[in-house]
C-alpha cells in the first residue's frame, strides 16, 4: 500500500507540476508580447484555451479539440503592422524558455525549505522545459522548430531568416490585409524555395491564394497537385490551418 501511495502521490505530482510548468512557459510568451503592445491570439494549456481569432475580436474561452496542442501554445499577435515586429518576434521566442528558467532557479529554495514533492516536480520540469525550448536543435518538438532554433534561424541570416521572417509577415498580410490583398511573392518565395516540407506547404498555399484571388485556374490546378504530394509529409493540423475554402 505504500508504493501505491507514493505512486500516485508521484503521478499526482507531476501532473500538478506540468501544468503549473506549462502555464508558466506560455505566459513567458504572452506576457512579452502584451508589453510589446501586442494582442493574445491563443493560450492553450491542456484542453483548456482562451483565443481570439483577428486583434479586435473579443477574447473567448473555449475547449482545444485538437489533443496536438494540449502540451502548452502562447501566442501573441501585433496590433498594427511595424517594422519592427520581427525584432519583438524574436524576443517573444525566448520570453517561454526564459521564464521557464528564471522560475526553476527560484523554485530550487522553495522546494528545499517545503520538502514538497508537487514543487520538486515543478522545479525539475521548469528547468527541462526550459532547455529542451531553449537550446537549439534540428529536431522538432511540435509543429515547427523549438524557440531557441527559431530565434537562431532569425538571428543567422539567409535562407532560414527568409523563412521565419516570411510566416510572420505572411500572417500579417492576413490579419490587417482586405478581402483585395495578394500576398506579396518576396515573402512566398522562401517557403516555396525551403527543403521543409511543412515550410513548402505553407509557400504552396499562400501562392495558392493569390491564384485563386486572380482567378488564375491553371495555377490554381497546379498549386494544388503540388500541395497533395506533400500532405504525407506535413502534420494534418497544418493541412487543416491552409483551408483550401478560405
Given amino acids: 500500500m505504500e508504493i501505491v501511495d507514493l505512486l500516485i502521490r ?22 512579452c508580447g502584451l508589453l510589446h503592445h501586442w494582442k493574445l491570439s491563443m493560450l492553450v494549456i491542456g484542453p483548456f484555451k482562451l483565443y481570439r481569432e483577428k486583434p479586435e475580436d473579443k477574447i ?9 496542442l494540449w502540451g502548452g501554445v502562447g501566442g501573441t499577435f501585433p496590433a498594427s503592422q511595424s517594422e519592427d515586429d520581427v525584432r519583438i518576434w524574436s524576443k517573444i521566442l525566448l520570453a517561454g524558455p526564459l521564464t521557464s528558467l528564471i522560475f526553476g532557479v527560484l523554485t530550487v529554495p522553495v522546494c528545499i525549505l517545503m520538502r514538497s514533492l508537487i514543487m520538486l516536480m515543478l522545479c525539475l520540469m521548469l ?27 532569425i538571428r ?31 515573402l512566398i518565395e522562401p517557403l516555396r524555395n525551403s ?43 497544418i493541412q487543416d490551418d491552409c483551408r483550401l475554402d478560405a
Fill in 156 to 186: 543567422s541570416g539567409g535562407q532560414e531568416a527568409a523563412e521565419e521572417t516570411a510566416l510572420l509577415l505572411l500572417m500579417e498580410v492576413t490579419l490587417f490585409g482586405d478581402a483585395d490583398s495578394t500576398y506579396p511573392e518576396k
Fill in 60 to 68: 473567448r474561452f473555449g475547449i482545444e479539440k485538437n489533443p496536438v
Fill in 10 to 31: 508521484v503521478f499526482a505530482g507531476a501532473v500538478i507540476g506540468w501544468f503549473l510548468a506549462t502555464t508558466i512557459h506560455e505566459l513567458g510568451h504572452v506576457l
Fill in 195 to 237: 527543403k521543409d516540407p511543412e515550410l513548402n506547404y505553407y509557400g504552396c498555399y499562400y501562392a495558392y491564394r493569390n491564384a485563386v484571388r486572380e482567378q488564375n485556374p491553371e495555377q490554381i490546378e497546379l498549386l494544388l497537385d503540388q500541395m497533395d504530394a506533400l500532405k504525407d509529409r506535413v502534420p494534418k493540423i
Fill in 127 to 153: 528547468f527541462a522545459m526550459g532547455l529542451v525550448t531553449i537550446l537549439p536543435m534540428q529536431m522538432k518538438t511540435g509543429l515547427l522548430y523549438n524557440d531557441g532554433t527559431r530565434y537562431m534561424r
